[in-house]
């Protein structure tokens, strides 16, 4: 079963409108998690590295101030896209990695991406 | 930084073998992974190599040579629902680093 949950899986709203998503870590505390967005036919581009009780760390080029994210609890991360706009659609995917598990591998778990439709 | 290349599409026949290629240039390297992603959905995982040689994984099968920066997956007797995008990743640090993705590869399974 999914190990990295997901909310909302859909979004379509008004341009101007902030838009929160959720991403728990179900059987697992993560002090970690990541935010990718990928646009249609391309890549999972990293915009964020989620930090539980701490800022954010963001990636080049992603504006802080538009991608507000906070990681509350060890199992909660949430990513707010404020006054949302048409070339902020996308597919948003959160990401967690599991420390207990994998060896040297440890496995990086997907959520199953919420997408965001601004009209 | 981290760079990955990958084909963009390949298109094999249902049953037939196909073989995805992926070079990687790092600064660190802590394993290359392999994830499937179909139309509309979230990646899956598939397959991880942090040591030269093959893994083998049913149907699936994925090679790393470090020396070379180089790896590929190996899918066998394909179906037609191996139709999807495929990406290889690599993470540079260990601990709690995020995978970096190639550009992925749009394979096309044809009857």
């Known amino acids: 079963g999914a190990v990295v949950s997901q909310h909302p899986s859909w979004v379509i709203c008004k341009s101007g409108t902030s838009v929160k998503i959720e991403c728990r870590s179900l059987?697992?505390?993560?002090?970690?998690m990541f935010w990718y967005r990928q646009f249609p036919k391309q890549s999972l581009m990293l915009m964020a590295t989620s930090n539980e009780g701490s800022k954010a760390t963001y990636e080049q080029g992603v504006e802080k101030d538009k991608f507000l994210i906070n990681h509350a609890s060890l199992t909660l991360s949430t990513l707010t896209v404020t006054s949302a706009h048409p070339e902020d659609s996308s597919f948003y995917i959160c990401?967690?990695?599991?420390?207990?598990?994998?060896?040297?591998?440890?496995?990086?778990?997907f959520g199953d991406g919420t997408r965001l439709s601004i009209l | 930084g981290q760079s990955l290349e990958q084909p963009s599409e390949v298109t094999a026949v249902e049953g037939a073998i196909v073989q995805i290629n992926c070079t990687y240039q790092t600064s660190g390297f802590y394993g290359l992974s392999w994830y499937q992603q179909h139309d509309g959905g979230a990646p899956t995982f598939l397959s991880y190599?942090?040591?030269?040689g093959l893994e083998e994984t049913g149907r699936f099968s994925s090679f790393l040579s470090r020396s070379d920066s180089y790896g590929y997956l190996l899918l066998q007797e394909l179906q037609m629902k191996d139709s999807a995008s495929y990406f290889c990743a690599v993470r540079d640090a260990g601990g709690n680093t995020p995978l970096v993705f190639g550009k992925g590869t749009r394979l096309s399974v044809i009857a």
């Open positions: 990401s967690a990695i599991d420390p207990t598990g994998g060896g040297s591998n440890q496995p990086q778990h």
């Open positions: 059987d697992f505390q993560a002090t970690t």
């Open positions: 190599n942090a040591l030269d």
